[in-house]
């Protein structure tokens, strides 16, 4: 079996965007799995995210887990029903540390071909400015697009802060970043995420004009 057909026989597959598999047919590819340091262990809504990556890496293509040091600070308004409490900057380097040392266990750093890579979006993200980011990045994704997602509309009658109505731009610019540093062409993450990975894609397409990919796997809930 191939990755695809590994994780539909798994009953991992909830969302995929059109020509993934032939991608991952035609060449090894890199793929990344984004974690935000909400906490000092990774738990088991972490589990199946960080099997697709293992499975990846298994079949001959690259992973990369990114540790959100920075998506970290803003919060993800997916799947939650009020705004989550901001970490202060000490918590999340602490937690951040804690998680690299648990990616150690699962995935193989050491391979010729293929090696892991854990990246933190703090390193690329911390050199933004406001008005830059809203300049070079903002001006490519409109409001009516991102106030489409589901990750928005649930939240519009309990209320949605600015910080967390900027979460999908910020995880959008990860995976530019990613194509464009790292070569990396696909993402992968919970259903929840399917909005925010395809912010992504758009963005790596108004701005380069190149072609992404996305899955996403059912979430754990009971």
């Known amino acids: 079996m191939n990755f695809i057909e590994e994780l539909k026989w798994r009953g991992m597959i909830h969302d995929m965007t059109p020509g993934t598999e032939e991608q991952l047919d035609k060449e090894m590819t890199c793929a990344y799995v984004g974690i935000d340091p909400t906490a000092d262990s990774l738990h088991i809504g972490h589990l199946v995210s960080i099997m697709m990556l293992k499975h990846f890496q298994v079949h001959g293509h690259k992973p990369i887990a990114l540790v959100g040091g920075a998506t970290g600070m803003v919060g993800d308004p997916s799947g939650k029903s009020e705004e989550r409490n901001l970490l202060d900057i000490e918590t999340l380097r602490h937690n951040q540390n804690c998680i690299k040392d648990q990616l150690l266990k699962f995935l193989d750093f050491d391979s010729v071909d293929n090696s892991a890579e854990i990246v933190n979006n703090y ?31 649930k939240r519009l009658e309990t209320g949605l802060s600015f910080t967390e109505f900027s979460y999908q ?14 070569n990396c062409k696909f993402q992968m993450g919970g259903s929840d995420q399917w909005g925010n990975i395809l912010t992504g894609t758009e963005l790596i397409r108004r701005k380069t004009g190149g072609e992404a990919f996305a899955l996403t796997c059912p979430l754990i809930t009971k």
């Not at 731009?169 to 790292?182: A, I, K, S």
């Open 123 to 153: 390193d690329w993200m911390s050199e933004f400015s406001f008005l830059g980011f809203i300049r070079d990045i903002g001006k490519h994704i409109t409001v009516n697009y991102m106030m489409a997602k589901d990750s928005v509309q």
């Open 169 to 182: 731009l910020v995880q959008g610019y990860d995976f530019l970043h990613l194509y464009q540093n790292n």
